[in-house]
């Protein structure tokens, strides 16, 4: 549990109980004065509900945190009232507006009206007395000040740093120290009136360490005067700050000082010194207080330099003034165990409790100071992210989060509005941002798709999640308690006592006993049966009516029940690799809030009648064209019905087998992808304008693409063709570019009869990313390719032709970052390379013919990641590790690999 978390529930509670929405749903229950007093109960308690939760970490508090866990239970039950009366209401009106008459609802009103009566009456009972046992809980007043919690502000205290650490007590962090070092001491830096490098990375990683290493080598030492050190962890508390600054330099207090004085007096103690400081722990992400700290640092001699570590990337990047924050890693498996061993336990029954305890776990293990320090980023975080990231518990560790996935499982738990997806992007980013995430996966746009999470902050997500989440393991049973609310049973069976958590909203099994896991759970809004090897989906998945999360991908489910239909509320369907489906159910199109679909691998052979009516969808990875019909009929009005909304909301379309002619409407108003798979007929494409349409795919199109690409699609960014065609021959290509004038980004590949690329292409002049890869037979690429003054990042990779590049690369000024991989003829590489002002990352894979690189790479100043791989001759000649004759050429890289 955590802070702002359940008072962010009641309030929302509160809210929903406002809207104009729900007061009419709940006047046509007959409910509405019941629900104002539920509401009132809700007043009363919200109160002082933040008190609860301020104090709920200190000691003694049990009650607390037991008063809160049943509060949550309630509010959980008031959820699930909510959204029936609200999904009932829903129905209500879409029959009102089809004008149909169901006697079946009417005659069952008064029995509905009776249920969700009682229903209220029962969670207003149980809130009047979670609110007279509020009284005993005897909770202190914080009076809604700003701050961190009592026990917040007692561990920051405890933690405040010192500048100087003993070189023997620390292990594995030698070449860290060496590279600030490095940076400390370039001469590149000479004339800065001061260098700011922040230290970036997780909670207790060594960030304070790394920078302590670094302030006590001697060298440092005898570089800069002053050398101070200031702890400042405070957030949205300027004097604060500036005062520790101000103490660090001058010894003095200053807590009766006005913010002149301080500033005054840091600037009097820098002016003509080449000073070094260090500011350990920054919280405070201010862009207007970051900015003023980095000004008043530069009254200093030049060459005076400013060590930050934090955990924020917005506090290193603002604060930063050189290109990258260091990023701090984890240690090498070596270096850990010899941390492990310099902490060794006694006793055998010691190392066997460390064993069966999980190591890792911050309550049972040597280092169970950590899990404190890594809580604070937990508690800086506002309360959706809170669960938001709790939420990622229910993965194991190591497991890749796919941002899409977690989005949409956040969405069905409510934790952002589902006509919101972007809120969800932005926590994804937020949470990487705050390094809660690492390792970001990203496409060829450079767009993040996934990450992993540390062990060590997987074990403080399942901290904070207690006893509402578990992993199955052999010990399950003994896990399951009262307020069990999400559950990944992986390939285990369930255990007798998890039936008896009635209140479950995330399930997730691999376990063929979904019948009775589905019977069983009724106010699930997640559930997962992905590669469960089921055949058949039980027709009980039609009572689930919260369900907003349903992934039936790798089974053998020939056929879905009609009862799927009920779904009211299901928002994201996943039907991929379900390779014996061959049809959808015929009543599909009643799914009134379904937003994304995924049908890829299945044996659907077309989409069902009316599925253009569909308004809410947004993504659809697949849409299968069923033989000798037309595409826009499918899309504007499919099966001759009208249609109104026309896929109005579809932003991602993918379209699988397609013959002859393909026209896509304006009318698909939102728009932003479409795919082409496997249309290896297709010769004309027509995407009526204006149109909202981005990124067009074009995968296995055998024949007739160029003519494709002789259309005027001046709204086109990325263009993917990769096509086993032998088309596109030189001196047949003048007109087929010039309808994409907007194109940044182009990738080419498996055009295996292609001799040399086109120079056409050097009308892109907007072409920020190339791509080219699997083309056998090319030879060369055009001169033509220098024109292309706004490019950054070219990849060329499998070229078994390929021999050298142009001279006139030279002409990419604006070129970053650089691939050449899988090319077994290359034999040189242009010297005209050293040019490249802006080259900051080149990377050279399996190149075995290529013995030396450019001796113009030395005047390449902005290269700051050069990786070799595959390549046996630059490997003898430049690495380390054989001694290379010329590894010194590379030395000023700041990161220099081989592999």
Request: net charge negative; charged share 25%.
């Amino acid at each position: 549990m955590a802070e702002g978390v359940i008072s962010d529930l009641v309030a929302k509670a509160l809210e929903l109980l406002a809207t104009s929405t729900f007061k009419k749903a709940s006047s046509w229950w007959g409910a509405r004065d019941d629900l104002k007093k539920l509401g009132k109960s809700m007043e009363m308690i919200q109160a002082r509900v933040r008190d609860a939760e301020k104090y709920q970490e200190e000691e003694g508090s049990d009650a607390i945190k037991l008063w809160l866990r049943r509060l949550k239970l309630v509010l959980y039950q008031a959820g699930d009232l909510f959204d029936r009366i609200l999904t009932v209401d829903s129905q209500k009106q879409r029959r009102k507006q089809n004008h149909k008459v169901h006697f079946f609802l009417r005659s069952s009103s008064p029995v509905l009206n009776w249920k969700i009566a009682g229903k209220i009456k029962s969670i207003r009972k149980q809130l009047d007395a979670i609110n007279s046992d509020m009284a005993g809980l005897n909770l202190p007043s914080y009076q809604h000040r700003v701050g961190p919690s009592p026990q917040m502000a007692l561990l920051m205290n405890n933690r405040a740093t010192t500048p100087f650490v003993e070189a023997e007590d620390v292990i594995g962090r030698e070449c860290d120290k060496d590279k600030i070092i490095e940076m400390l001491f370039d001469p590149k830096y000479d004339a800065e009136k001061v260098t700011i490098i922040p230290i970036m990375g997780f909670g207790g990683i060594g960030k304070t360490t790394l920078a302590q290493f670094a302030f006590s080598d001697q060298r440092v030492q005898n570089h800069f005067f002053p050398l101070k050190w200031a702890y400042v962890p405070e957030k949205n508390d300027r004097n604060a700050v500036m005062g520790k600054i101000f103490n660090s330099f001058t010894g003095r207090k200053y807590h009766n000082l006005q913010m002149k004085d301080l500033e005054d007096g840091i600037r009097e103690s820098i002016k003509g010194n080449k000073y070094l400081l260090v500011l350990d722990d920054i919280w405070d992400e201010s862009g207007d207080r970051l900015i003023d700290l980095g000004n008043l640092l530069k009254c200093g001699e030049p060459g005076s330099k400013v060590i930050v570590t934090t955990r924020s990337d917005v506090v290193a990047k603002s604060l930063g003034t050189i290109k990258e924050p260091y990023r701090l890693g984890t240690l090498t498996d070596d270096q850990s165990w010899n941390l492990f061993e310099r902490l060794a336990l006694d006793t055998p029954e010691e190392w066997l409790y460390v064993r069966d305890a999980q190591c890792a776990k911050a309550q049972h293990t040597i280092g169970s100071d950590i899990m404190p320090i890594l809580k604070l980023s937990y508690d800086d975080l506002p309360p959706a992210l809170k669960q938001c990231f709790a939420y990622c518990s229910l993965f194991e560790k190591g497991y890749n989060y796919s941002q899409t996935e977690l989005v949409h499982l956040w969405m069905a738990q409510g934790y952002f509005e589902a006509s919101s997806r972007d809120i969800g992007d932005r926590y994804f980013l937020e949470l990487l941002r705050r390094n809660l995430f690492q390792d970001p996966k990203e496409d060829l746009e450079a767009n993040i798709t996934s990450c992993i999470m540390h062990d060590l902050v997987h074990d403080l997500a399942q901290n904070v999640a207690g006893h509402e989440s578990i992993v199955a393991d052999e010990s399950s049973s003994s896990q399951v308690r009262d307020g069990l609310i999400h559950v990944n049973l992986g390939t285990f069976k369930a255990p007798p006592l998890l039936f008896e958590a009635r209140m479950l909203r995330s399930l997730f099994s691999a376990n063929v006993e979904c019948d009775r896991l589905i019977s069983n759970f009724k106010s699930l809004r997640v559930l997962s049966l992905k590669d469960a090897w089921i055949n058949r989906l039980p027709d009980s998945i039609g009572r689930l009516v919260y369900l907003r999360y349903l992934n039936l991908n790798d089974n053998f489910i020939k056929y879905l029940p009609q009862a799927i239909t009920r779904l009211e509320n299901l928002q994201t369907l996943r039907l991929q690799n379900c390779s014996r489906l061959k049809e959808l159910p015929r009543d599909f199109t009643k799914f009134p809030n379904l937003r994304h679909l995924a049908i890829g691998g299945s044996s659907l052979t077309t989409m069902p009648p009316g599925f253009g009516t569909m308004a809410n969808l947004q993504e659809l990875d697949v849409f299968v064209v069923e033989e000798n019909f037309a595409i826009e009929s499918n899309l504007a009005s499919p099966n001759k019905e009208a249609s109104s909304s026309l896929f109005t909301s579809l932003k991602h379309l993918r379209i699988d087998g397609t013959k002859d002619s393909l026209s896509i409407s304006s009318r698909l108003c939102k728009l932003e992808s479409v795919e082409i798979t496997h249309g290896m007929e297709l010769r004309s494409l027509m995407i009526e304008s204006p149109s909202s349409i981005r990124d067009l795919q074009l995968n296995w199109v055998n024949s007739g693409f160029c003519n494709i690409l002789k259309g005027d699609f001046p709204f086109i960014e990325k263009l993917t063709i990769w096509v086993n065609s032998e088309e596109l021959e030189e001196g047949n290509t003048s007109t087929y570019w010039q309808g994409l004038r907007s194109l940044r980004s182009l990738e080419l590949g498996f055009m295996k009869n292609l001799k040399k690329l086109p120079p056409g292409i050097a009308c892109l002049t907007n072409l920020q990313a190339l791509h080219i890869a699997y083309m056998e037979n090319l030879t060369a690429l055009p001169d033509e390719i220098g024109n292309l003054s706004l490019l950054q990042e070219l990849t060329i990779t499998c070229m078994d032709k390929l021999i050298a590049l142009p001279e006139e690369i030279d002409n990419l000024s604006l070129l970053q970052k650089l691939t050449i991989a899988r090319m077994d003829k290359l034999i040189a590489l242009p010297e005209e390379i050293g040019n490249l002002s802006k080259l900051s990352y080149l990377e050279i894979n399996y190149c075995p013919e290529l013995r030396v690189l450019p001796l113009s790479l030395q005047g390449l100043t902005s290269l700051q990641e050069l990786v070799i791989e595959e390549c046996p001759h630059l490997e003898e000649r430049y690495s380390v590790k054989f001694h290379g004759r010329d590894r010194h050429l590379l030395q000023h890289i700041p990161d220099l690999q081989f592999r």
